[in-house]
């Protein structure tokens, strides 16, 4: 049940279960903050999180 709540597709191997993210079977720990630029006039707030093992993901602010 926690995977189809919680699938968003937001990245593959990772659970979204309400505002935590899940890799290797432990809440990610925020690792600080960014800016994500995609285009020259367009920035976007990011939150980076990481798992223990070193996976990385940024998510919007």
């Known amino acids: 049940m ?10 593959p191997s990772v659970l979204r279960f309400g505002h935590d993210y899940i890799h290797c079977g432990e809440p990610m720990q925020d690792a600080g903050r960014d800016i994500y630029r995609g285009l020259p006039d367009v920035t976007v707030p990011t939150r980076i999180l990481r798992c223990r093992c070193g996976f990385r993901l940024a998510v919007p602010n």
């Open 2 to 11: 926690a995977k189809i709540l919680g699938d968003d597709g937001t990245a």
